[in-house]
């Protein structure tokens, strides 16, 4: 099906030794062709489906800023809409082939179960940006490095298996502030 393009390029060399270097803030961006597609196909309608995409070619590109550490920019150059098997205004069944990055879209309204009859247009539940936690748990058990959900006709966010808690974070259970540093 859709092989995924995925170049990993490594930007200049910070030291010989090839230690593991701790990956410190990634960056997601589309590119003019993907962006221009997903803004024409947005549609701002209360009643509709969220729709699935195949990230058919990606480049990640590795920036070392130190010895031990890395950015990453996470560029999206293709997506092809996927066929999906079952969608409602709160989800989208689908699924991209294995090792090709997946993107969906949050819709522009807040719908209570999974029927259209019960959305409004915007409200608490509308463009969401949040991925929810079926998102993350799929973006993990796929093993892919990033999903992408269009919240927006111009926004994109970008998520990574690292954002999510069970992945390996520490727990944040106080309920008060934290001071910052
Ligand atoms: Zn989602």
Same mark, same amino acid.
């Given at each position: 099906? #859709?092989?995924?393009?995925?170049?990993?390029?490594?930007?200049?060399?910070?030291?010989?030794?090839? +230690?593991?270097?701790?990956?410190?803030?990634?960056?997601?961006?589309?590119?003019?062709? =993907?962006?221009?597609?997903?803004?024409? =196909?947005?549609?701002? $309608?209360?009643?509709?489906?969220?729709?699935?995409?195949?990230?058919?070619?990606?480049?990640?590109?590795?920036?070392?800023?130190? *010895?031990?550490?890395?950015?990453?920019?996470?560029?999206? /150059?293709? +997506? +092809?809409?996927?066929?999906?098997?079952?969608?409602?205004?709160?989800?989208?069944? @689908?699924?991209?082939? =294995?090792? !090709?990055?997946?993107?969906?879209? #949050? !819709? *522009?309204?807040?719908?209570?179960?999974?029927?259209? &009859?019960?959305?409004?247009?915007?409200? *608490?539940?509308?463009?969401?940006?949040?991925?929810?936690?079926?998102?993350?748990?799929? /973006?993990?058990?796929?093993? $892919?490095?990033?999903?992408?959900?269009?919240? $927006?006709?111009? =926004? @994109?966010? @970008?998520?990574?298996?690292?954002?999510?808690?069970?992945?390996?974070?520490?727990? #944040?259970?106080? &309920?008060?502030?934290?001071?910052?540093?």
């Amino acid at each position: 099906m #859709h092989r995924l393009g995925l170049a990993i390029i490594t930007l200049g060399l910070l030291g010989a030794a090839p +230690v593991a270097r701790a990956q410190i803030v990634r960056y997601g961006v589309l590119d003019d062709p =993907a962006r221009s597609q997903l803004r024409a =196909a947005w549609s701002d $309608d209360s009643t509709q489906s969220e729709r699935g995409y195949c990230v058919r070619r990606a480049r990640i590109v590795v920036h070392p800023i130190s *010895p031990t550490a890395v950015d990453s920019v996470f560029r999206v /150059l293709e +997506v +092809v809409p996927a066929r999906s098997t079952e969608a409602d205004p709160n989800h989208v069944e @689908f699924t991209c082939a =294995a090792g !090709t990055p997946e993107l969906h879209t #949050h !819709t *522009p309204a807040t719908c209570v179960g999974s029927s259209t &009859t019960y959305c409004s247009a915007d409200g *608490p539940g509308a463009y969401s940006c949040q991925p929810s936690r079926q998102d993350y748990e799929k /973006l993990i058990r796929r093993g $892919d490095p990033f999903g992408v959900i269009q919240c $927006d006709r111009r =926004a @994109f966010r @970008f998520y990574y298996p690292s954002d999510f808690l069970a992945h390996g974070d520490r727990a #944040h259970t106080s &309920t008060g502030s934290d001071s910052i540093r």
